[in-house]
């Protein structure tokens, strides 16, 4: 079963940047298409970002041009660049599958004003 580790959160002034780390088990992440997501208190959890196995992209309009998502597939981790960072980007980030895998804990990222 493929476990997926986020890492990388933190407390940051807006403004800011942070990078997120997602390490997977799977051998098979190569061929997936890998998303990031995120949940705010009380919020569903909605997606930010994703990359297919061919390297392409998609982004929430509320992070384009501040968000980048990448992946080295060599090491099978995820990474998402966060820049710009605002307040309403609070949330626990989670990154995920494409059909889904089990859930990881997820990596909480504050951002104070």
């Known amino acids: 079963q493929v476990r997926l580790v986020e890492s990388g959160g933190g407390l940051v002034q807006a403004g800011g940047s942070l990078r997120l780390s997602c390490a997977t088990s799977g051998s098979i992440f190569r061929f997936k298409t890998m998303g990031w997501y995120r949940q705010a208190p009380g919020k569903q959890r909605d997606l930010v970002a994703e990359?297919?196995?061919?390297?392409?992209?998609n982004y929430a309009d509320s992070v384009k041009g501040r968000f980048t998502i990448s992946r080295d597939n060599s090491k099978n981790t995820l990474y998402l660049q966060m820049d710009n960072l605002k307040p309403e980007d609070t949330a626990v980030y989670y990154c995920?599958?494409?059909?889904?895998?089990?859930w990881g804990q997820g990596t909480q990222v504050t951002v104070s004003s």
């Open positions: 990359i297919t196995s061919g390297g392409s992209t």
């Open positions: 995920n599958a494409k059909p889904s895998w089990p």
